[in-house]
């Protein structure tokens, strides 16, 4: 004997749709109290992330400050938008100019590391000169195509192309 259950959405149950509604609500209530942590946490320590921006590589933050000197001498209105933009992102951005500061030094003691590996510009690699020989092939016989036979028009689909 068989089972069979079914799912149906369309029930006039009105408790169906508000449960779901609900769901959507609670789950955006949890993502707010989520988000509200991380800033929480990422406005507190945005002062200490500043200041080891400035020690781990003080250009990213001086370099964001002559970005946004020149975005006020071409465009004043989006100059300013960008300082209360970055004035009221803050937390966010002391993150950023942080992370570019460390990705700048990882790519610095990269670069040092292949100049290490590798010579100089002013020195002498050793290497040996071969000859240059040119190379012989023999000869590939040219083969003829088959010879293609004429197409039966059995199918009514051939005609379409015609």
């Known amino acids: 004997m068989g089972y069979r259950k079914e799912i149906n959405?369309?029930?006039?149950n009105p408790f169906s749709s508000i449960t779901g509604?609900?769901?959507v609500v609670l789950f955006l209530v949890v993502l707010y109290f989520i988000a509200r942590a991380i800033f929480t946490i990422l406005y507190y320590l945005s002062p200490v992330m500043i200041v080891a921006a400035l020690i781990v590589d003080y250009r990213v933050v001086l370099g964001y400050f002559k970005w946004l000197g020149g975005l006020l001498r071409d465009n004043l209105l989006l100059g300013i938008g960008a300082i209360l933009l970055s004035v009221l992102g803050f937390p966010?951005?002391?993150?950023?100019?942080l992370g570019k500061a460390l990705f700048k030094r990882q790519v610095k003691k990269a670069r040092a590391q292949e100049e290490v590996r590798a010579p100089g510009d002013g020195e002498y690699i050793e290497f040996e000169e071969?000859?240059?020989e040119p190379l012989e092939l023999p000869r590939i016989p040219k083969q003829e195509k088959p010879r293609e036979q004429p197409k039966k028009k059995?199918?009514?689909y051939d005609?379409?192309?015609e």
């Open 159 to 161: 005609e379409f192309f």
């Open 92 to 97: 966010v951005l002391s993150a950023f100019l």
């Open 21 to 23: 509604i609900l769901l």
């Open 154 to 156: 059995d199918s009514h």
């Open 9 to 12: 959405f369309n029930n006039n």
């Open 130 to 132: 071969l000859e240059d």
